[in-house]
């Protein structure tokens, strides 16, 4: 077995401020994605990368900046944080894109004063 | 994005019913899966589908491709069964229903 590790679980930052998200594999997956779910909505893809050094754009990625620094790693920036938002990051990964069963990390909760 | 509808937005239950948690989609998909939420938790993957029908303890899932819908049945509802159900189809990558929200009363 293995596990996805997503750091931080909270956090807290101003308006405007420049926030990144971190995560972690150890299945030795190919591919690995970033979703957002906000409260009570299903999730939707903001970046996923096939392999390492892949980028891809998912329906979501205005305002986001991705960087997949190695196999096993898969950060997600927030370019310019949003007044009064809230909502969780979540990582993904899975062995191969397409047909292939997705594992996800516990999330990070956002929250914008 | 693809469109992904589910049915019904919430559920709730007295123990020991059954539940059936629909999914329609717009366009034919690769496969199926089904995810497992509780409240401020991870989601557990409980099915991966292409097609047809698949059973893992109380839980049933059916896809039929061509009429564009999946299913979830639950049989002998528990609390602990709890949570939102979410349905995703695979595009080569997956997009999310809304979810069906279950809660179980003891």
């Known amino acids: 077995g293995g596990i996805i590790t997503q750091t931080p679980k909270f956090l807290i930052g101003q308006e405007g401020q420049k926030l990144t998200l971190k995560c972690q594999q150890n299945?030795?997956?190919?591919?690995m994605y970033w979703y957002r779910q906000d409260s009570g909505k299903g999730l939707r893809l903001i970046y996923y990368?096939?392999?390492?050094?892949?980028?891809q754009k998912g329906d979501l990625s205005e305002g986001y900046d991705a960087s997949r620094e190695k196999k096993s790693s898969f950060s997600l920036t927030v370019t310019s944080a949003q007044k009064n938002e809230m909502a969780v990051f979540l990582c993904?990964?899975?062995?191969?894109?397409?047909?292939?069963?997705?594992?996800f990390g516990h999330g990070t909760k956002l929250s914008v004063l | 994005g693809q469109q992904v509808q589910q049915s019904p937005a919430s559920l709730v239950l007295q123990e020991g019913e059954n539940a059936e948690l629909q999914c329609n989609f717009s366009?034919?998909?690769?496969?199926m899966q089904w995810f497992y939420q509780r409240p401020g938790g991870s989601l557990v993957s409980l099915f991966y589908?292409?097609?047809g029908t698949k059973h893992s303890g109380r839980l049933t899932s059916t896809t039929v491709i061509k009429e564009r819908r999946s299913s979830l049945h639950i049989s002998s509802s528990q609390t602990t069964d709890s949570g939102t159900y979410l349905c995703a189809p695979n595009y080569n990558v997956l997009y999310f229903g809304s979810g069906t929200k279950l809660t179980v009363e003891p």
């Open positions: 299945f030795n997956h190919d591919t």
């Open positions: 589908n292409p097609s």
């Open positions: 990368s096939i392999t390492e050094n892949d980028l």
């Open positions: 366009t034919s998909l690769n496969s």
């Open positions: 993904a990964s899975s062995m191969h894109i397409s047909n292939e069963r997705l594992f």
